[in-house]
């Protein structure tokens, strides 16, 4: 059973969460909040395995959520922590995977609704995976486009390509599918990818997503 602390200020939004949430049989609500304090307190006073918090709260309605985040990695490394925002703003979900990309999520609001993804990503983050809004990442794509001074800059012109996909969203299927190429040397790609990035000592999905994240912040 996955337990689940919800920090949101709304109480009618934090209502609506607590209920999607109550519907999947694998998770349970410990705790509820409206600020960051009591987020901090919900957690070691319920001991959940993740938690699902806006991204502004009281005190100040500014990053409360990402700072949770980033203090929680520190005070409570296993705890997964799904970040919900408003807006699809890059620089927020830098700041929620900068400091790595395990148990982390990132999800917007508006797709709260929609209980498998909001699902899918407890489950993913819960069991030491990563989640990102799609359109959190079609953001990122439209933010950053210069490759002047690129960290990728190693990289051959068909393993951009094989990145490109890869930050769209696409499987190793798909990517073959998309650039007239086998799956074995796809994978053939994303292998020279992740030596030449030097993400070498994570897991593939972790790495997968941390190369993704390299290509979207690469200005």
Not at 143 to 157: D, Y
């Amino acid at each position: 059973m996955i337990r689940v602390v919800v920090a949101e200020d709304n109480l009618l939004v934090r209502q609506g969460v607590v209920a999607l949430l109550s519907r999947l049989p694998d998770v349970t609500v410990v705790a509820e909040c409206g600020d960051l304090v009591g987020l901090m307190e919900a957690v070691d006073d319920a001991a959940p395995n993740l938690v699902l918090t806006d991204i502004r709260m009281p005190p100040d309605h500014t990053d409360e959520g990402v700072r949770a985040a980033t203090a929680l990695r520190q005070s409570h490394p296993e705890l997964g922590v799904v970040v919900l925002s408003q807006h699809d703003d890059p620089a927020y979900a830098m700041r929620v995977f900068g400091d790595g990309v395990a148990r982390r999520g990132y999800l917007l609001k508006d797709h709260v609704a929609a209980p498998d993804q909001l699902a899918q990503a407890i489950r993913t983050v819960a069991a030491g995976g990563s989640s990102i809004d799609p359109a959190i990442v079609e953001s990122m794509l439209r933010a950053r486009r210069s490759e002047s001074g690129s960290v990728l800059s190693a990289l051959t012109p068909r393993e951009r390509e094989v990145l490109a996909e890869m930050a769209s969203g696409r499987n190793n299927s798909a990517i073959a599918e998309h650039l007239f190429l086998t799956v074995r040397a796809v994978e053939r790609h994303i292998n020279a990818i992740f030596a030449k990035l030097g993400l070498a000592e994570e897991p593939d999905y972790h790495r997968r997503v941390r190369a993704v994240l390299l290509f979207l912040a690469d200005t």
